[in-house]
């Protein structure tokens, strides 16, 4: 009953932060899903509902240059991965969208790891 009820309030969390973040073409949306192994970043512009870009941990580059690291360190390298990304596509501004997960932790990684590679919340 536990995980189900997280899960619950995730989602309603989830819908309560996305009536208010919306990606543009100018400032899109920086989305992250975090499970229990791996996370997930990935730029959307929701004016289109396309995915400009994406990176997460289980790509093989990040994979095997993570080998023995910790989650958080993981997760670090998949914000400067994606903000790396980005800056190649000529995307500079995003919006965060913590995806209903707390603001903590891998979450909070994954933006500091964007912010340390260039991208501007």
């Not at 309030?9 to 989830?14: C, F, G, H, L, P």
């Not at 073409?25 to 396309?50: E, K, M, N, W």
């Not at 994406?54 to 958080?72: D, F, H, M, N, R």
């Not at 670090?76 to 991965?81: D, E, I």
């Amino acid at each position: 009953m536990g995980a189900k009820f997280r899960s619950n309030a995730r989602i309603r969390r989830k819908s309560r932060i996305r009536k208010k973040v919306m990606g543009t073409q100018d400032r899109p949306r920086l989305s992250v899903f975090r499970s229990a192994r791996h996370i997930y970043a990935q730029i959307i512009d929701d004016t289109c509902g396309c995915t400009l870009v994406s990176a997460s941990s289980q790509e093989k580059p990040l994979a095997e240059t993570a080998v023995g690291k910790k989650k958080i360190d993981k997760a670090v390298m998949v914000g400067k991965l994606v903000a790396e990304r980005a800056k190649a596509k000529g995307i500079g501004r995003v919006v965060f969208d913590r995806n209903g997960f707390l603001y903590h932790g891998r979450v909070k990684a994954v933006s500091a790891g964007a912010r340390e590679a260039g991208l501007q919340f």
